[in-house]
């Protein structure tokens, strides 16, 4: 099975049967396709029973979206070492676009909750900011003492090459999410 679309935040995909035909719905698009006439987009009423084929057919889908889709989650971007930094850097400042990185460790369960709800937040402004992530763990400890991590997580936002505001995030994730928003719209 194939999916090929604009977006890649499809929540979930099941296969249906319906009187001998079989579609795929795509949750979080609303759209049904039809292998046997073709992919065609059919609006379903989600309250409609259908039984759930237990064997798997090779299917090929395409996905229309609407033109003002967004994306729920982005994904957040590693930074691996200085010179990786470094260009991300130089690529905001060009652009004079602010970037977030949070520094986290995978062993810090704070850290591991709220990198999520940073991704839905990165969601939120997707064109004006991009979000970064370090696992100050698996990265060379110049790159740590360079962002002058004491504790985690901290989020940071960085414009013009230089460290404009962090905030360290040892309470509840909302809060540190409102926190990070407000700190992002004052740059903004």
């Known amino acids: 099975m194939s999916v090929i679309g ?10 249906y049967q319906q009187h001998n035909h079989q579609y795929l ?10 292998p046997k006439s073709g992919c065609g987009n059919l609006w379903t009423d989600q309250r409609n029973k259908e039984r759930k084929i237990r064997r798997r057919r090779n299917l090929r889908v395409e996905v229309n979206w609407w ?12 930074i691996n070492d200085s010179e990786q ?13 602010p970037i977030i990185i949070d520094w986290m460790a995978t ?11 940073l991704e839905k937040l990165a969601a939120e402004f997707d064109t004006k900011i991009k979000f970064y992530y370090v696992d100050v763990n698996k990265v060379p400890q110049s790159l740590v003492k360079r962002g002058n991590i004491s504790k985690m997580p901290t989020i940071q936002l960085w414009k013009d090459g230089e460290m404009k505001a962090e905030v360290i995030g040892g309470h509840k994730g909302w809060l540190v999410i409102e926190e ?9």
């Open 6 to 15: 604009t977006y890649s935040h499809i929540l979930y995909r099941e296969i």
């Open 67 to 78: 033109p003002d889709a967004k994306p729920s989650v982005i994904e957040m971007e590693a």
């Open 180 to 188: 990070v928003r407000e700190m992002i719209q004052n740059f903004v």
């Open 107 to 117: 062993w810090c369960r704070k850290c591991i909750y709220l990198k999520p709800k």
């Open 25 to 34: 719905l795509v949750n979080g698009g609303g759209y049904l396709f039809s």
């Open 85 to 97: 930094l470094d260009q991300i850097l130089l690529h905001a400042q060009q652009n004079s676009q």
